[in-house]
């Protein structure tokens, strides 16, 4: 069983930058996808941005431009940063596998990030 642990969350002003890890037990990037995945207060859970097994990185479009995906093999760690946050982008982050499917399939708990004056 791998485990994910995300941090780094916590409360900005907007326009301010946050850089969010998400730390993995055992050794998965090499076989797995990764991802960021965020739910903001009463909505669905979106993602926002993933890392391919190719190293191939994709956002979703209102990300773009100002998250920047990442991960160190080494530490088994994935990363997000996140720049120029607006109030709407509050919200539960959250890593996982990405795609979900057989052998990756795994969920972080969440890291709360908060965008307010």
């Known amino acids: 069983q791998v485990q994910l642990m995300e941090s780094g969350g916590g409360s900005v002003q907007p326009g301010k930058s946050l850089k969010l890890s998400c730390a993995a037990s055992?050794?998965?990037?090499?076989?797995?996808?990764m991802g960021w995945y965020r739910r903001p207060p009463g909505k669905e859970l979106e993602l926002i941005s993933y890392?391919?097994?190719?190293?191939?990185?994709n956002y979703a479009d209102v990300v773009k431009g100002r998250f920047t995906i990442s991960e160190d093999n080494a530490k088994n760690t994935l990363y997000l940063e996140m720049h120029n946050l607006t109030p709407r982008e509050r919200a539960m982050y959250i890593c996982?596998?990405?795609?979900?499917?057989?052998?990756?399939?795994?969920w972080g708990q969440g890291a709360e990030v908060t965008v307010s004056s």
């Open positions: 996982a596998t990405v795609p979900l499917r057989g052998n990756c399939n795994y």
């Open positions: 055992k050794p998965i990037f090499d076989r797995c996808g």
């Open positions: 890392i391919g097994t190719d190293g191939s990185r």
